[in-house]
């Protein structure tokens, strides 16, 4: 059996295309344009890539975007002082900070300080509680991507076995929370997991949200099974692969995405829907 793949560029691509209609809809008859603020602090090259790709991603969406770049040893109060400003200022829809941060900085304290209303990373300790509830503000992009991806299928997912490798903030544990919502059964596995291919085993939707490339092999997946890989990590030759042994894992699994075009172009897209989201809440 080779398994149906995700096609993460298809959808994205069409999602976007619906995101500009609204945005240049939202234009038309309120004045409105999304705009999105990216804040880069450092010379990381994958950050620059993303920032980059997020910008991008913006104008050809016909949404604004304001980016600020600052030097890695920028003080902290710089970039607090350019996050209250953008807060106050009623053009910004969405505020993100790329990261990492450099070490001198207190990246909770960073992300505390955009306000919540525009935090479309949704990575705010009020949004993050708030999708704990249940009842989610902005949802963080690249969970929000994959749940959209595993809608796709068409399968009915109440009751399903979810197995997360991977416990991040900004990816495994929103994961976690999300396929809770839609009635799966979930585990979170992570680095001290004893028997991980036991779980992995068990699993109708896998997700591989660790940063290992190849670690989920063949032997580890369920047949039939949905398999999303959410890792991005660069070979020695320079080609990015995921954390799924690709090649091997297609021949079991039911469903499977691909890296690169699986996850990565959905994340971006949803940061577009997040930020649409903020503007749309801004109209009377
Ligand atoms: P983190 O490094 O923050 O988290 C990795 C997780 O994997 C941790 O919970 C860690 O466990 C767990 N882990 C590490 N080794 C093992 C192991 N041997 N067995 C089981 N679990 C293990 O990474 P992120 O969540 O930020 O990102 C994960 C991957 O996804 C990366 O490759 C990243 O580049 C990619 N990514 C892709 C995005 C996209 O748009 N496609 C967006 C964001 C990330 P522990 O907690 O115990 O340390």
Known sequence: MTAHILDGNALAQRMRAELAEKAAALAATQGVTPCLAVILVGEDPASQVYVRNKVAACEKAGFASLKFTYAADVEPAVVLAQIAALNADPRVHGILVQLPLPRHFDAEA??????????????????????????????????????????ETGLDLRGAEAVIVGRSNIVGKPMALLLLQQDCTVTVCHSRTRDLAAHTR?????????????????????????????????????????????????EVAGWITPVPGGVGPMTITMLLANTLLAAERTLP
Do not use: W
């Open 110 to 151: 960073v992300l505390a300080a955009i306000s919540p209303e525009k935090d479309v990373d949704g990575f705010h300790a009020e949004n993050v509680g708030a999708l704990v509830q249940g009842q989610p503000r902005f949802i963080p992009c690249t969970p929000f991507g994959v749940m959209k991806m595993l809608a």
């Open 202 to 250: 068990r699993a109708d939707v896998l997700v591989a949200a660790v940063g290992k490339p190849k670690m989920i092999t063949a032997e580890m997946v369920k047949p039939g099974a949905i398999v999303i890989d959410v890792g991005i990590n660069r070979l020695a030759d320079g080609k990015l692969c995921g954390d799924v042994d690709f090649d091997a894992v297609k």
